[in-house]
């Protein structure tokens, strides 16, 4: 199969029937072997029904319906694992993707040897409030994640070969960061690929505040985890280090001002009105609590099943 579809949803029932006929229609004038997947992430509209109608008439479409609304990235991770084409594309299902841009994506898979090709919307026609938040987002996740070339991580247009989508796991909200995890996870050549967005034709953007700043979140979490994700007590135990140094130089302190103390008849001291005795009493409880939280991670690394789990490019 060439080109495997994944299509997360969330009450876009209006819109699923025009993106269908789009996507066949653009199948057939390439002469592509494809399925389209629908994941239903717990719609509380028609959706669902609507799927269900458009396979009727399209054995090629394939659905999955959530239970209930567990968010975007869980949906793509499922849609990827039933995935079968040599090349998977994401879009989303508000029409503001345009299908049209899938031969160029498929080409760059497969003829330019990319691993993931990630769509640029370039000219956008999202209000300021989110256009304004989603250029400072891709500013800092460039930047931390050392992806310099691309301009817009959380485009939901995306192609990756198969084997990409089947060595990611894509969990929480970490959907924004599907280049980044690609990176960790071996597959450095990702291209961009400008694509063209279309202003929202039915229903209501998903976008809030909230997103924003979970976005920020993650992309800590996710940066500190490709940096110690395996070795945790590389960090907890430089900054317990850092600490009982602080706090033993803390304590010489206190004693050389207590000797001075005891020799000068005239200079009363007390450890106790120190702030250097408060000082290095904290410093040995929180450097104590680093080590402690670096060996407990390192407990749970060396007990985890992907512990020694890599992505074998080539074997004999």
């Known amino acids: 199969m060439d080109i495997s579809v994944v299509i997360p949803l969330y009450n876009e029932a ?57 968010g975007k990235s869980p949906a793509l991770n499922t849609g990827f694992r039933k995935a079968q084409g040599d090349v998977v594309i994401t879009m989303d299902a508000d029409l503001q993707d345009s299908p049209d841009e899938i031969p160029g994506l498929y080409r760059m898979i497969t003829e330019e040897g990319y691993d993931l090709v990630s769509g640029w919307k370039k000219k956008r026609y999202d209000p300021l409030s989110k256009t304004i938040p989603t250029k400072l987002f891709n500013a800092t996740a460039r930047r931390v994640s050392g992806i310099g070339n691309l301009h817009d991580f959380n485009c939901g247009l995306k192609a990756y070969k198969n084997k990409v989508v089947k060595h990611i796991e894509v969990y929480g909200d970490m959907h924004r960061y599907i280049p980044y995890l690609a990176k960790n996870a071996g597959f450095t050549k990702i291209g961009e690929k400008v694509v063209q967005h279309q202003a929202r034709k039915y229903g209501k953007t998903k976008f809030g505040l909230d997103r924003f700043v979970n976005g920020y979140l993650d992309l800590g979490t996710l940066w500190f985890q490709s940096k110690f994700g395996v070795k945790p007590m590389h960090i907890f135990g430089l900054l317990g280090s850092l600490m009982f140094f602080l706090g033993f130089v803390a304590t010489f302190i206190i004693l050389i001002l207590k000797c001075v103390a005891l020799c000068s008849s005239s200079y009363d001291f007390y450890v106790t009105n120190s702030v250097y005795f408060y000082l290095a009493l904290t410093a040995m409880v929180i450097g104590t609590q680093f080590f402690l939280a670096g060996f407990i991670g390192e407990l749970i690394t060396r007990n985890s099943v992907e512990r020694n789990s890599y992505q074998i490019s080539e074997e004999f």
């Open 14 to 70: 209006e819109s699923l029937p025009e993106l269908t006929q789009w996507i066949e229609r653009v199948m057939r004038a390439g002469g592509y072997t494809y399925e389209i997947i629908f994941v239903n992430d717990g719609s509380t509209d028609s959706s669902w029904d609507v799927i269900r109608s458009l396979q009727q008439s399209n054995p090629c479409i394939h659905g999955i319906s959530f239970a209930r609304n567990y």
